[in-house]
């Protein structure tokens, strides 16, 4: 008698995309390339999402896309390419929709009645063309009324939905993404956040705590940052601009139309908005119009323990953390008479107890504030600086220009999305504004 033989159907990998976030992506040979950042879908209304690719943060902190047919292989902790990846910078399509940007935490209606549930994850399958299709919905129960099922979780076929081919009128949480984003840094969110839709940009940053928010606003592109500020109620946004550094603040504001800007600095505190006040007074090209009024400011008798928990400070950027502005008293600017500086370099050699005004460096100068950002590269050039004092006529420190603020006006506002990045074209311009 002859055997009977039967058919065995290979058992499909399943894969929940939710997990992949931060995942390492390698070459062929084993070198990593990046890491997971988001994967990208086609909604179709009438059928499963269908996964195109994933966008991944490569070493240089550019997001870029990753064709799905480029992946040779998806394992616990590692996607493998075929080693060929495209840098340019990824820009979302229409049609497209990302999964941890835009569809998780998407509310969606089951359609047999039963109610609403919000998306957790989504698992993809390779079906028989080999493509990578979005077959479960892996989702939390919403219901109103149901309160023995209420935050129940389980699995759904896409299909078995309606809503996640379409954004909702109602506004869409971001508890998924902002977890996913925790760690990242202020520049890297705000990269993430101008790659979404406008709709859900304003969404997430809604749900951003003040000082994040204050943060990311501080590096994103200036109609993004004014789309965003415009979209908050007065108050918040008036609390949002305190928690922003001064210089970046003034500029924000000096970019709303006149009567805006005027209602969001009464919304401030009054001590914050008199900053702004006194650095929108400037030249945008002029080193008071860049300078920030919050640098480290210490008197000649503190020590060098005192400075160093003031350079530790979260708040205070790197570039001005490298050294401390030693004045007379009164300490708030603008202060008593300018003394010089204090290297940070220079106070680690030092014992704790030392005084500053015994180790300052009075060669460095203070600048006019009405100085053209050409003279202010210059002497940051010169004197390898990464923090310059501005004065005024009488010494008085009025606030600092660091190398990164100097930096953003002389590079070109889209600098950020420059697929090839800085040329020499693109510095070609007078530094003497």
């Known amino acids: 008698m002859k055997a009977r033989t039967h058919s065995i159907r290979p058992i499909r990998q399943r894969v929940f995309i939710g997990k992949l976030a931060g995942t390492t992506v390698f070459d062929p040979i084993g070198d990593a390339v990046g890491r997971v950042s988001d994967a990208v879908v086609l909604v179709r209304f009438t059928d499963s999402p269908r996964v195109i690719g994933f966008v991944i943060e490569v070493a240089t902190h550019r997001r870029v896309f990753l064709p799905i047919t480029r992946v040779t292989a998806i394992k616990p902790g590692a996607v493998i390419t075929t080693g060929v ?3 340019r910078q990824f820009s979302q399509r229409p049609g497209e929709a990302t999964v941890y940007g835009e569809l998780l935490d998407r509310v969606v209606t089951l359609n047999d009645g039963s109610g609403s549930v919000k998306v957790v994850d989504m698992a993809m399958e390779q079906d028989d063309d080999r493509d990578w299709v979005v077959t479960k919905l892996y989702v939390r129960r919403q219901g109103q009324g149901l309160s023995l099922r209420r935050g129940e979780t389980f699995l759904v076929a896409p299909t078995e939905v309606s809503g996640l081919a379409k954004q909702s009128a109602l506004s869409q949480e971001a508890t998924t993404l902002l977890a996913m984003t925790e760690d990242l840094k202020a520049p890297d969110l705000a990269d993430l956040l101008a790659d979404l839709p406008r709709h ?12 994040r928010l204050a943060d990311v606003l501080e590096e994103l592109g200036e109609d993004d940052r004014v789309d965003i500020l415009s979209s908050l109620d007065v108050r918040r946004a008036g609390d949002v601009l305190d928690a922003m550094q001064p210089d970046d603040a003034a500029d924000l504001v000096a970019e709303m139309p006149p009567d805006q800007a005027r209602i969001l600095l009464a919304e401030m505190e009054p001590e914050e908005a008199a900053d702004v006040r006194r650095l929108m007074a400037y030249g945008e090209h002029t080193a008071g119009g860049l300078m920030t009024s919050s640098p480290v400011i210490l008197p000649p008798d503190a020590n060098v323990a005192t400075m ?5 400070r979260e708040d205070i950027p790197p570039a001005l953390a490298a050294l401390a502005l030693i004045v007379r008293p009164p300490l708030e600017v603008p202060t008593g008479r300018y003394l010089g500086v204090v290297h940070l370099q220079r106070a680690l050699r030092e014992p704790p107890q030392t005084a500053l005004g015994t180790i300052l460096d009075d060669a460095v100068e203070g600048i006019d504030p009405h100085t053209q ?5 210059r002497l940051l050039a010169t004197y390898n600086l990464t923090a310059i004092p501005v004065v005024d006529s009488s010494r008085h420190v009025l606030g600092a220009v660091s190398v990164d603020d100097l930096l953003d006006h002389l590079l070109p506002d889209d600098w950020r999305d420059a697929d090839e990045g800085i040329t020499d074209q693109t510095m070609n311009r007078s530094f003497d504004g």
């Not at 160093?308 to 530790?312: K, Q, S, T």
Request: proline share 4%; no cysteine.
């Open 200 to 211: 859900r940009r304003i969404e997430v940053a809604h749900q951003l705590p003040d000082e």
């Open 85 to 87: 990846i495209n840098i």
């Open 373 to 377: 950002l050409g003279t202010v590269t």
């Open 308 to 312: 160093l928990a003031h350079v530790r």
